[in-house]
């Protein structure tokens, strides 16, 4: 089967209801729950349509995520946000408005006051989470180095409120997941690696259960219906990582 399609994330999916419990951000901060947890996260770049078939694969499924929609025409579809959220997962607010303010910190918290409340005029956000931009300077979270989001009524941000020596994070970067960490096997007091590609590696991970609470970040745009949609992602992912190794962009997410 073809990775990165919704059948292969429907596989993902069975693999996280056998072992663990799924969860949104936002109960996952307010429960702070200490068994097997996987914090189910999406984030909204651009095709909204796509998010919503997942969050209707999901919904199908008995589970539950967070969509994090960004603020920019054709992205932020309110119909497609209600209808998301009527399926019971969580809306937050991606925000970029340090990019949006080229850096400029009054004005950014400015815009992101006004983007919270037109989140919050159809449905009651939470919890946010940035948007890291490649080809940006800055990094959005570093608002909160100055402001705090708890005055604005959110209680967490994913990068900043989930504590990752607990939680192991997992994310698609681009058609792939390149990540290797190694786990110590308590029983046989030996370390295990993983070197995770594909969906099947993270599968893999979900069914060895050694590891208890787990973040997996997934983007929806990035996941096909149809051999035609997964051409035309392959093609651009393709694109984008020629431009990656000609300017020497990576994912800032973590720096
Ligand atoms: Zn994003």
Redesign the pocket.
Known sequence: MRDFTLAKYRELCEAVLKGYEPMTVKSYLMQNPSGSVVIMRH?V?RKPESALRMAELEKEMGIKSTY?F?MKKGVFRKDIIKKIASMGHEIGY?Y?VLDKAKGNFEKAIRIFEEELKAFRKIYDVKTICM???PLSKWINRDLWSVYDFRNFDIIGEPYISIDYKKVLYLTDTGRNWSTKFSVKDIVNVRSVLYDIKSTDDVIQVLNDRRIEQICISV?PNRWSRNFGEWLKEFVWQNIKNVGKTGVRLYDRSFR
């Open positions: 984030d770049d994090y960004r991606h970029e948007h890291g931009n983007h």
